[in-house]
């Protein structure tokens, strides 16, 4: 652990050494901008045309996942990475769940724009909103409920194993 700290802490000296050799201006961010998007156009293609998923949140996502997808064994250990898994928060005859608040902080955040995002502009999640907030739940119960199925949702993009096509057809 000390030596993670001692790299990181000359990553950051060396990035600031370099800091002002960058010329001022918004150009340098619109091309890291323009790089980011064919990244995760390249990795991502379906990741960032799901609703409100935009590229930083896919950029986001394949660093939580990192270059082996495959040690993610199941949709809930992605969730327990993002801080999307529910914890009970029961007392007495209520029975409810709450947010983990363990996991990838920046993964968490981004699950969260992206569901205040479709909670405002995405019909079918408006629809589930008012549906179980008819049903007695709270906005933080619905969001949490909502960020699971964001979880399952990038999971799916992400680390599901993809078979080869000759591995999917049927056996002769």
Known sequence: MRA?????????????????????????K???D???????ATHTPELITAPGIATGTAAEMLILVGDNPERIRSEA???KMCGACPLPASSGKTSRHRLNRGGNRQANAALHRVIVTR??????????????TAEGKTKAEIMRCLKRYVAREVFTHLCKPRQPASE???PT
Do not use: E, N
């Open 168 to 170: 999917t057809a049927l």
């Open 77 to 79: 250990a992605f969730a």
């Open 34 to 40: 323009r790089d980011l998007d064919a990244l995760a």
């Open 119 to 132: 909670m405002r502009c995405h019909q079918p999640t408006i629809d589930y909103v008012r549906r179980r």
């Open 30 to 32: 619109a091309d890291k």
């Open 4 to 28: 993670r700290r001692v790299i990181l802490g000359m990553c950051v000296l060396a990035l600031a050494g370099l800091a002002p050799l960058l010329p001022a201006g918004d150009a340098p």
